[in-house]
């Protein structure tokens, strides 16, 4: 596995090293830690999750979505970091 340094270089090795179920299974994980993270705690996200934990044997898709799933918090936290400087400037 690579050290990633955008998310775009990650994506394009998730695309070309593994199939669309194993994508799906790599997606669910970063769902289950966004929905985590938000606070929203969905049911089908854990279950989901913890499905996809039993299936990835080696760890490896989790690691990815782990990795995915940070990016997408940074991305998420600059947005709303944005929304709060255009909220001051008013």
Same mark, same amino acid.
């Given at each position: 596995m690579n050290?990633?340094?955008?998310?775009?270089?990650?994506?394009?090795?998730?695309r070309s090293?593994?199939?669309?179920?194993?994508q799906i299974s790599i997606e669910n994980f970063i769902a289950y830690y966004?929905?985590?993270? $938000?606070g929203f705690g969905k049911h089908n996200c854990k279950v989901t999750y913890y499905d996809g934990v039993k $299936?990835?044997?080696t760890g490896e898709l989790h690691k990815l979505g782990v990795i995915g799933f940070e990016f997408e %918090?940074?991305?998420?936290?600059? $947005?709303?970091?944005?929304?709060?400087? %255009? %909220?001051? %400037?008013?």
């Open positions: 050290d990633f340094q955008a998310y775009g270089q990650w994506l394009n090795y998730i090293n593994y199939d669309e179920e194993q966004i929905n985590d993270y $938000r $299936r990835d044997t %918090k940074k991305i998420h936290d600059e $947005r709303e970091y944005k929304k709060s400087l %255009k %909220k001051c %400037k008013k």
